[in-house]
T-cell receptor, first 114, second 114 residues
Framework: DTEVTQTPKHLVMGMTNKKSLKCEQH?????MYWYKQKAKKPPELMFV???????INESVPSRFSPECPNSSLLNLHLHALQPEDSALYLC?????????????FGSGTQLSVL | AQSVAQPEDQVNVAEGNPLTVKCTYS??????LFWYVQYPNRGLQFLLK??????LVKGSYGFEAEFNKSQTSFHLKKPSALVSDSALYFC????????????FGKGTRLSVIA
């Protein structure tokens, strides 16, 4: 199994809603990542978890709250988002967070905030 | 600080012709260089990487890239383009001098015309 699975594929939410994005991998990877990608732009790193501990938070607003319940799962909790938060949210994993590791990406959740 | 530049927003090539997608980088230490491809409504897929060793790196789907230290470049190449190669290509770099996260270029859209 070489897949990173993200659910839901599409999400529409209002600015007062609370929702969660989910990511799952069964490759035994110990590093997991959340990226945000706007249309026709490169992915921007949001968070990195290494061995289930948050190792990098790229100054992301607190309305985004990551969680890593176990080594296979990664969640992104959303609350009080703004329309400018609409984007493709990509989850990725790698064996470890090391310099030469390649990332495996999920297909993403396309988020629209109304 | 590390950075990566993809000078072309769009590259058009006829099917069967060779293709080149350009990438230059800037790092303080030694570069770890990657190419990823993104098809519409999908996450990124790893194509190839340069860590050390031979300057010519071969990757997936017949792609290769040449590391040129003096020109700080890592251009992606393929001898004969296919229509199915049409996608968004991202160059990325990680700097062993700062142990910072992977940084992506802005992306180059490749269109292969039949």
């Amino acid at each position: 199994d070489t897949e990173v699975t993200q659910t839901p594929k599409h999400l529409v939410m209002g600015m007062t809603n609370k929702k969660s994005l989910k990511c799952e991998q069964h490759m035994g990877h110990r590093a997991m990542y959340w990226y945000k990608q706007k249309a026709k732009k490169p992915p921007e790193l949001m968070f990195v978890y290494s061995y289930e501990k948050l190792s990098i938070n790229e100054s992301v607003p607190s309305r985004f709250s990551p969680e890593c319940p176990n080594s296979s799962l990664l969640n992104l909790h959303l609350h009080a988002l703004q329309p400018e938060d609409s984007a493709l949210y990509l989850c990725a994993s790698s064996q470890e967070d090391r310099l030469g590791e390649k990332l495996f990406f999920g297909s993403g959740t396309q988020l629209s905030v109304l | 600080a590390q950075s990566v530049a993809q000078p072309e927003d769009q590259v058009n090539v006829a099917e069967g012709n060779p293709l080149t997608v350009k990438c230059t980088y800037s790092v303080s230490g030694n570069p770890y260089l990657f190419w990823y491809v993104q098809y519409p409504n999908r996450g990124l897929q790893f194509l190839l990487k340069y860590i050390t060793g031979d300057n010519l790196v071969k990757g997936s789907y017949g792609f290769e890239a040449e590391f040129n230290k003096s020109q700080t470049s890592f251009h992606l190449k393929k001898p004969s383009a296919l229509v199915s190669d049409s996608a968004l290509y991202f160059c990325a770099v990680r700097d062993d001098g700062g142990n910072t996260p992977l940084v992506f270029g802005k992306g180059t859209r490749l269109s292969v015309i039949a």
